[in-house]
């Protein structure tokens, strides 16, 4: 088993610049549960690490707090698919989180899984949003259409405050919300809304 800290991985690294304004959040430390798989340093590399730990600070209490509806609130997720997925290039449009109120057993704070959505969420923008970009594209979230008000309105916060940490333009990301019962939606690289989801609409920061 291997475990990493963002502490122990910022030696002979790049430190990615982000704007944390909490304190607390130095000490909010993401660990990896292993086994190690090829290539997971360069999805796991100290700024994505500090990104996820400065997401998780933010709204761990509140995503605790969140009812689970699906019973259980751990997931186990094969771990090479997870790092090969987020890795694939070029890099798409679109990305399917899980559920906000299920746990991530490889990604630790403190021994405990954190907030597999946000895991998903968090790679995501972090890896490839600005590269999205500058290739002139945006960043789409698919949600499943199960939620709660008080998830979505979770949801709709996360992204504000993810562009706040990694300096996009407001708005850069956008939200697709699933009808119940549609098929998610392939990367639809022109940007355009699909008839299975409508584009959710952005509260101001």
Known sequence: MSTMTAQESHRNQRRFAMTITSPETSQQFI????????????????????????????FSVRLAALPDQQ????????????????????????????????????????GAGISAGLVDFGLHIFRNAQRL?????????????????????????????????????DGTIRAIHLRPGEPDQDDDEDGQETTAGVLMPRISG
């Open 31 to 58: 660990s990896l549960s292993g086994p190690e798989v090829p290539r997971q340093d360069e999805l796991f590399t100290p700024g994505a690490l500090e990104f996820l730990a400065a997401l998780h600070q933010e």
């Open 133 to 169: 970009l500058d290739d002139g594209r945006a960043p789409f979230v698919s949600l499943p259409g199960a939620e709660t008000e008080e998830e979505l309105q979770i949801w709709q916060e996360l992204f504000i405050r993810a562009e706040q940490l990694l300096n996009l333009p």
């Open 71 to 110: 019973g259980g609130r751990t997931v186990s997720r094969d771990w090479a698919l997870l790092v090969d997925q987020h890795l694939s290039e070029p890099p798409s449009s679109f990305i399917s989180p899980q559920r906000l109120t299920r746990a991530q057993d490889k990604v630790l704070c403190h």
